[in-house]
C-alpha cells in the first residue's frame, strides 16, 4: 500500500496546531502557537481570531518543516470538536479552503479521541482505557464494542479549568496546575467536598469549597494538597470504575493536566493493583496539537473514507 500523507489542523480552545503525518506514524511536522489570555479565561472569539491569525502561517511552516510538496498531501483533517464554537467555525473553513484549493479529501475528527489515539500511536498501548484531562475536556474513554465510548466525565467544569479558577482568584497567576502542584508538596490534608455520581464527577462545588477555604485564611499549601488529593481521587475511582468494567489490561492518561507527577503516581498505582500496564504519551503530545488530528484523520478515512465537503460544519458541545 501507498504511504498517505495528512496535514491536520487544530484549534478547538486557545492552542492553534498544524501537524503532517504519513500513514506509517511516522511525525513529519508539528507546528503550534498559544495563546495566553492576560486575565480571566479563553475568550471564544479572541480565540478564533487567533486561530485566523496563525492557521495561515502556521500550515506553511509545517510544509516546510515536512520538507514536502504541498502536492504530496493525500488528506486534510480537522478538529470538528468539542470545543468553543467560533474557534471550531475558523478550523473548519480553513480546512475547507485548504482542501478546496488543493483539491484533496478532508474529513474532520473528534478532538477527543485524537488524544487517545496519538497517545496509542507514541505509547505502543493497544488498547486501554483512558483519562483525558485538559483545560477544557476531563473524561474516561474506551473504546468497547465497535466504538469510542465515555465512560465518565465532569457534570461540570473541567479539572483543569477547576485548577486554573482557583489559581487565578487567589492571586497564584494562571495557568493554575502548575503552581498548585508546586505548592501542594507541602500541604496537610483538610477536608474539601469529593463529588462522584455514578461514573460522573464535579468539580465546581469543590472549587468553591477550596476558595471558600482559602478566604477563610485557610494555608494556601494545605488547601492546594486537599483540591488536588480530591480532585485527583475522583478522577481515579471512576477511571478504576471503567477498569473494572471493561476487563482492559492498560491504562493510558493523556491531556494537558498529566504533566502533574502525583495525577500520574494516583494513576499508576491504581492500575498496578489491578494488573494493568500505566502509559502516558510524551508531554509534547499530551497537550493539544495538530499531530493528533492527523494521525486520527488517517485512521479515520482508512477505515470509512473522507467525508463529503457539505458534511464539515461543525460539531458543537
Ligand atoms: O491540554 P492542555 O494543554 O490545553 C487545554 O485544554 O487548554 O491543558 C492545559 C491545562 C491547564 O488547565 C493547566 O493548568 C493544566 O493543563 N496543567 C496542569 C499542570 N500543567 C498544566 N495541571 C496540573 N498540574 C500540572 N503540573
Known amino acids: 500500500v501507498d504511504i498517505v500523507i495528512c496535514l491536520g489542523i487544530e484549534g478547538t480552545a486557545e492552542k492553534t496546531g498544524v501537524g503532517i503525518v504519513d500513514s506509517d506514524g511516522n511525525i513529519l511536522a508539528m507546528q503550534g502557537c498559544q495563546l495566553y489570555p492576560e486575565k480571566g479565561g479563553i475568550h471564544p472569539r479572541i480565540a478564533a481570531e487567533h486561530h485566523a491569525e496563525w492557521i495561515p502561517k502556521l500550515i506553511p511552516k509545517a ?3 515536512a520538507a514536502i510538496n504541498y502536492s504530496d498531501l493525500d488528506l486534510i483533517s480537522f478538529s470538528q470538536g468539542p470545543g468553543l464554537g467560533p474557534a471550531l467555525r475558523i478550523v473548519a473553513t480553513s480546512a475547507r479552503s485548504l482542501a478546496l484549493s488543493l483539491n484533496k479529501p478532508i474529513i474532520g475528527v473528534n478532538h477527543c479521541i485524537g488524544h487517545v489515539e496519538v497517545g ?3 505509547t505502543g498501548a493497544v488498547n486501554p482505557v483512558s483519562l483525558y484531562v485538559s483545560g477544557g475536556n476531563s473524561q474516561v474513554i474506551a473504546y468497547e464494542s465497535g466504538r469510542y465510548r465515555i465512560f465518565g466525565e465532569t457534570l461540570d467544569i473541567a479539572i483543569g479549568n477547576c485548577l486554573d479558577q482557583f489559581g487565578r482568584e487567589t492571586g497564584l497567576g494562571h495557568p493554575g496546575g502548575p503552581v498548585i502542584e508546586k505548592l501542594a508538596k507541602k500541604g496537610n490534608y483538610i477536608d474539601l467536598p469529593y463529588v462522584v455520581k ?3 464527577f464535579s468539580f465546581s ?3 468553591s469549597a477550596a476558595l471558600r477555604q482559602h478566604q477563610k485564611g485557610a494555608d494556601i499549601e494545605d488547601v492546594c ?4 488529593e480530591t480532585a485527583f481521587a475522583m478522577l481515579v475511582e471512576v477511571t478504576e470504575r471503567a477498569l473494572s468494567h471493561t476487563q482492559k ?4 492518561l493523556c491531556g494537558g493536566v498529566s504533566a502533574n507527577s502525583r495525577l500520574r503516581e494516583m ?3 491504581m492500575s498496578e493493583e489491578h494488573g494493568a500496564k500505566f502509559y502516558m504519551p510524551e508531554m509534547k503530545l499530551c497537550g493539544d496539537n495538530g499531530v493528533m488530528i492527523a494521525w486520527l ?3 479515520m478515512c482508512k477505515e470509512f473514507g473522507p467525508m463529503d465537503l457539505a458534511d464539515t460544519g461543525i460539531i458543537q458541545r
Request: net charge negative.
Open 297 to 299: 484523520g488517517l485512521l
Open 120 to 122: 496509542k500511536l507514541d
Open 198 to 200: 455514578g461514573m460522573d
Open 249 to 252: 489490561d492498560e491504562v493510558m
Open 63 to 65: 510544509i516546510e518543516e
Open 205 to 207: 462545588g469543590l472549587l
Open 267 to 269: 494513576l499508576k498505582t
Open 225 to 228: 494538597f486537599s483540591l488536588q
